[in-house]
């Protein structure tokens, strides 16, 4: 049951995501937990340093707005989301503009997320981060 209610709430969230082309960061927010441990396979690596880890619920605003400031989505799609207890891991691909640079990456996306509670207690994003360092680059 816990299972199947953290996964279709991930399929509603990926889906509006891709929808909305990133214009529903407060989804995210929602889904997450006062202290969520979030992290990115960039770890805050210059220029995006908004991919450094972050604890608690309110801090993950500034994660959020570095992506939509620097990045412009043009997909986020989620082929397949695996449960197995509270994790779900959320498999496809995304691509993005960089915005200074107009650079497009594409690149494939796996998400591990743990959830309690029906809230997401911890979540960390796996992603070619040499595609989005040439993206970066001028």
Same mark, same amino acid.
């Given at each position: 049951?816990?299972?199947? %209610? ?7 969230? !990926?889906?509006?995501?891709?929808? @909305? ?8 927010i929602d889904?997450? *937990?006062?202290?969520? /441990? +979030?992290? /990115? ?8 340093? +908004? ?6 619920? =309110? =801090?993950?605003?500034? !994660?959020?707005? $570095? ?17 197995? $207890? *509270? ?15 107009g650079k ?9 997320? %743990? +959830?309690?509670? $029906?809230?997401?207690? /911890? !979540? !960390?994003? +796996?992603?070619? @981060? ?9």
């Amino acid at each position: 049951m816990e299972e199947k %209610r953290n996964k279709d709430l991930l399929e509603k969230a !990926y889906t509006r995501w891709n929808e @909305t082309r990133g214009g529903s960061v407060d989804q995210w927010i929602d889904l997450a *937990d006062e202290n969520i /441990s +979030f992290g /990115s396979l960039a770890e805050g690596a210059d220029p995006d340093a +908004f991919t450094r880890k972050l604890q608690g619920k =309110s =801090s993950l605003r500034s !994660y959020f707005d $570095g992506l939509t400031s620097n990045w412009t989505m043009l997909h986020h799609t989620m082929d397949r989301l695996v449960a197995e $207890g *509270d994790q779900v891991v959320a498999i496809g691909s995304c691509a993005w503009k960089y915005n200074k640079t107009g650079k497009i990456v594409e690149t494939p996306i796996v998400n591990v997320w %743990r +959830f309690k509670n $029906g809230k997401a207690v /911890s !979540y !960390y994003e +796996f992603y070619d @981060t040499a595609k989005m360092f040439a993206a970066t680059s001028p």
